[in-house]
T-cell receptor, first 113, second 113 residues
Framework: AQSVTQPDIHITVSEGASLELRCNYS??????LFWYVQSPGQGLQLLLK??????LVQGIKGFEAEFKRSQSSFNLRKPSVHWSDAAEYFC???????????FGTGTRLQVFP | EAGVTQFPSHSVIEKGQTVTLRCDPI?????LYWYRRVMGKEIKFLLH????????ESGMPNNRFLAERTGGTYSTLKVQPAELEDSGVYFC???????????FGPGTRLTVL
């Protein structure tokens, strides 16, 4: 069955610290992978996506993610977290061509000053 | 360019009542999706329109849910009659033909009492 696992429900970091949010997936075909962020009162915003090519992808707001096929993982990273990064982060997998996305349960990030 | 908009932002109704949610996709986007997030769980796909046609409605929970997209523009999702388990946040997303990225709206929070 196709699924996405985000093992961390809630993460707290200090501002300026590094961040890694974990995502593991189970998908039969070649996966297309996404990270979305939802800030309070906002819609889901795409941070980055992986379709093919370089397994380290850069996104907006200083985020990056690395696709590791052998581990079925697509972890999101940021070297230095800002208070404005406090939000909920969702990993998703799906086919490229405009079809349904399968989401993880989300990781809520709290940032302390 | 205006983003995906959803109305209302919040709705509180009693069990047995009817509620209609509306989604206006980004202009020119042929693909429109509905998703739902029940509290604490993952965001789940409900259905996918291509223009005015239902491409995939495999995620619709039961026949109390009716989605329409007349004229291939905005879409409505009606729940009749609403049950307690229908509470959650309903997201709408749209994408242009041939693109993998879905653009999400802010969601409608539905509470059924």
């Amino acid at each position: 069955a196709q699924s996405v696992t985000q093992p961390d429900i809630h993460i707290t970091v200090s501002e300026g610290a590094s961040l890694e949010l974990r995502c593991n997936y189970s998908y039969g075909a070649t996966p297309y992978l996404f990270w979305y962020v939802q800030s309070p009162g906002q819609g889901l915003q795409l941070l980055l996506k992986y379709f093919s090519g370089d397994t380290l992808v850069q996104g907006i707001k200083g985020f990056e993610a690395e696709f590791k096929r052998s581990q079925s993982s697509f972890n999101l990273r940021k070297p230095s977290v800002h208070w404005s990064d406090a939000a909920e982060y969702f990993c998703a997998v799906g086919p490229y061509n405009t079809d349904k996305l399968i989401f993880g349960t989300g990781t809520r990030l709290q940032v302390f000053p | 360019e205006a983003g995906v908009t959803q109305f209302p932002s919040h709705s509180v109704i009693e069990k047995g009542q009817t509620v209609t949610l509306r989604c206006d996709p980004i202009s020119g986007h042929d693909n429109l999706y509905w998703y739902r997030r029940v509290m604490g769980k993952e965001i789940k796909f409900l259905l996918h329109f291509v223009k005015e046609s239902k491409q995939d409605e495999s995620g619709m929970p039961n026949n109390r849910f009716l989605a329409e997209r007349t004229g291939g523009t905005y879409s409505t999702l009606k729940v009749q009659p609403a049950e307690l388990e229908d509470s959650g946040v309903y997201f709408c997303a749209s994408s242009p033909q041939g693109r993998g990225e879905q653009f999400f709206g802010p969601g409608t929070r539905l509470t059924v009492l």
